[in-house]
């Protein structure tokens, strides 16, 4: 099946700080969504971006589907961006998304 | 809008117990649905998928089953519980390649 790997697992920021989270697959896909899961394990959509660059607040993603990777911004963090940050994709024949393992990020007063 | 239930949010239930989880989605038709588990340790993995009513495909062969008996209603089951299938289970729906989950409910297996 299809390879998807986060980086880094885990990340420690100051609240202000940015961040650049990274995720790698290893086949075309034709959906690449982002989540944040809370605390209560809620997953909560970011972007659907299987290719291109949005933005949305202090949040912004960009797919480079060609090289097979995709980037999360965070910039201005603040102490409610806390969670784990899930990369999941789906090849252009299939159903399931394919989680990474996620990025835990944890921001500090 | 589309908004999806799960019920119920937390279940503690002895090994050999049967299991019944439910998932319900408004405000769309003939969405395709999905039940996920997610272990401790982050992952999620897909368990079974529907695309429409009676139509139900398994991802990984195991000790539980999925029914869709309504459009908008997708139900997962088991008849006897294995400490294995403690996790959290999250059903989604789809629009336009897009999935959207549920709250998820929390199993443990005593």
């Known amino acids: 099946g299809i390879q998807v790997e986060q980086s880094p697992p885990d990340l420690i920021l100051q609240e202000g700080a940015n961040s650049t989270l990274r995720c790698n697959f290893s086949d075309s896909v034709n959906n690449l969504q982002w989540f944040h899961q809370n605390p209560w394990g809620q997953l909560i959509n970011l972007f659907y971006i299987p290719s291109g660059t949005k933005q949305n607040g202090r949040l912004s993603a960009t797919t480079v589907a060609t090289e097979r990777y995709s980037l999360l911004y965070i910039s201005s963090s603040q102490t409610t961006d806390s969670g784990v940050y899930f990369c999941?994709?789906?090849?252009?024949?299939?159903?399931?998304?394919?989680f990474g393992k996620g990025t835990s990020l944890l921001v500090t007063p | 809008s589309q908004t999806i239930h799960q019920w119920p949010a937390t279940l503690v239930q002895p090994v050999g117990s049967p299991l019944s989880l439910e998932c319900t989605v408004e405000g769309t038709s003939n969405p395709n649905l999905y039940w996920y588990r997610q272990a401790a340790g982050r992952g999620l993995q897909l368990l079974f998928y529907s695309v429409g009513i009676g139509q139900i495909s398994s991802e990984v062969p195991q000790n539980l089953s999925a029914s869709r008996p309504q459009d908008r209603q997708f139900i997962l089951s088991s008849k006897k519980l294995l400490l294995s299938d403690s996790g959290f289970y999250l059903c989604a729906w789809e629009t336009s390649y897009e999935q959207y989950f549920g709250p998820g409910t929390r199993l443990t297996v005593t």
């Open positions: 999941a994709v789906r090849r252009n024949s299939g159903y399931a998304l394919n």
